[in-house]
């Protein structure tokens, strides 16, 4: 499956979008014109997403359900003449934000990422080195070096925010560098999965949910998520509801950058629960070793789940397990969990070296050396049971999705006395509700990973009318996302204006106000549109 070239921006964006967007591509060309003196030969798109469910399970390789948002990363691009020593020229439409780079692509190695400076281009670069290594392999003939290029960039999707703005320049960067060195046709698969391979360079030790949602996303539909045998991607259709299911993002405007804070909320999180699988895996007393099948970040609980089911029930290939035996094998290692992990206070490592019978420097050295972390204590029964369960509230959610409850009206007059579509749709959006606030109890009690802005956010939404509430993206700040009817969307966000924002900033502006609260039907993936 290719990434398609748009012909028009009504193949990319939802109707309600195309008026704004329109304006906002024709000054991303003039601007391009004016700087570089010539016209942009193509521009490369990639959305942001907000995860509708499935939270901080990706890296355990376990199935989620983002959607991508209208918000994108946009590269006006135009190649140079191949030259002895191509070089990059990339700008931004926010010159003084995003300063203007120009730097030379090496004849030899990889372009240079210094991943502790906070340099905007770095995501450019990292996609740009991932671009390069697949060029290399698909064209087979020694070092790859890509021609030059001049770039002008826009990116509309809020940085530092839950929203995977770095995914989508990640993506948009990597599809750029393929389109400038003449890739006809990019397919999906392998532009995803280089975008994940190529943001790790940048220092976070993500799982592959972000690019995905980024690449892959059909206008209209979720997006179920799947890493296991391989990356695999499946548009889920929204079922005609009355009222219409509305997602509504709300930013909390608490800076999440992932890379300040990861030794110590990201990666860790990454690190106790691949040494939950490790533990959980020494307990049972497992025979084979884990499988690395999601290096590089390590083992996964993923791997735990199958390989003790392949021991313990001679289960042959748990990847093609129907949904209802996995969700009882998820109940199952959630029952073992609470069973046999028992720190509440989380395990020292030395508790943790003891199980598994190696010395604190070995710990270190596998777990804990190439992205660093910052701990005394691991809290694998919390991380583990967050994992399990909402693994589970996956299945449930997609379920609901695919097969409504059946309605209320039928089951006795419902309260409005409503047609039964309605009395269907009402018990629908509150049982996806109910699903979305288990899984941000789950986030703040299990996981630790809202903060009080998030909460108080999801409190304010539910009490004027949302059916569910949660942070979505790693949390610590950024975003949230909220189920709500399309009557009450005013009534949400009015709790927001008086009860959150103008709280905290009285003088809050009115287009800061528009940045905070976004409402964004489920939008199409990578694309390419072709200028000359
Ligand atoms: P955000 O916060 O949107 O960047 C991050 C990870 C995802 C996933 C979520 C939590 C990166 C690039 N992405 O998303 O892989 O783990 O957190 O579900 O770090
Ligand atoms: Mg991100």
Known sequence: MDVPTATSLRDIYPDDAISVETKRWEALLAQFKEKYRRQAEFVARSPGRVNIIGEHIDYSLYEVLPMAITADFLMAVATQPTSQNPTVRISNVLSEKFPTREFEIPKEGEVPIDASAHEWTNYFKSGLRGASELLEQKRNNGHFVSVGMDILSDGTVPSGGGLSSSASFVCTSALAVMKANGEEEVDKKELCELAIVSERAVGVNSGGMDQSASVFSLRGNALYVSFKPTLSATPISFPHTTPELTFVIAQSFVAADKHVTAPVCYNLRVVECTLAAVFLSKIFNLKRPLPTDSS?????????????????????????????????????????????????????????????????????????????????????????????????????????????????????????????????????????????????????????????????????????????????????????????????????????????????????????????????????????????
């Not at 290939?317 to 959630?334: M, S, W």
């Not at 050396?369 to 589970?392: M, T, W």
């Not at 009206?409 to 409005?416: C, I, K, L, R, V």
């Not at 509700?433 to 909460?455: F, H, I, K, V, W």
């Open 296 to 532: 590089p970040l390590g083992t996964s609980l993923r791997g735990f789940h199958d390989t003790y089911f392949e021991e313990k029930e001679g289960i042959p290939d748990n990847t093609k397990t129907p949904v209802p035996e996995f969700r009882a094998q998820l109940e199952k290692l959630a029952q073992l969990t609470e069973d046999y992990l028992h720190a509440e206070e989380g395990y020292t490592r030395s508790e943790i070296c003891d199980l598994l019978g190696i010395s604190e420097a070995e710990l270190t050295a596998r777990f804990m050396s190439k992205f660093a972390v910052r701990a005394d204590r691991f809290k694998l029964r919390q991380r583990a049971l967050h994992v399990f369960r909402e693994a589970i509230r996956v299945i449930q959610f997609r379920e609901l999705l695919a097969s409504p409850p059946a309605s209320t009206a039928a089951a006795g007059t419902d309260d409005s006395g409503g047609s039964g579509s309605s009395g269907s749709s009402d018990a629908l959006l509150h049982a996806l509700g109910a699903l979305m606030n288990q899984t941000q109890d789950s986030c703040r009690a299990l996981y630790d990973c809202s903060c009080p802005e998030l909460d108080e956010l999801c409190e304010l939404a539910r009490g004027a009318g949302a059916y569910g509430s949660r942070l979505t993206g790693a949390g610590w700040g950024g975003c949230s996302v909220h189920l709500v009817p399309k009557e009450k969307v005013d009534a949400v966000k009015e709790a927001w204006v008086r009860g959150y924002y103008r709280k905290k900033w009285p003088d809050i502006s009115e287009e800061r106000l528009q940045e905070a609260i976004v409402v964004s039907k489920p939008g199409s993936g990578s694309a390419v549109f072709k200028v000359l």
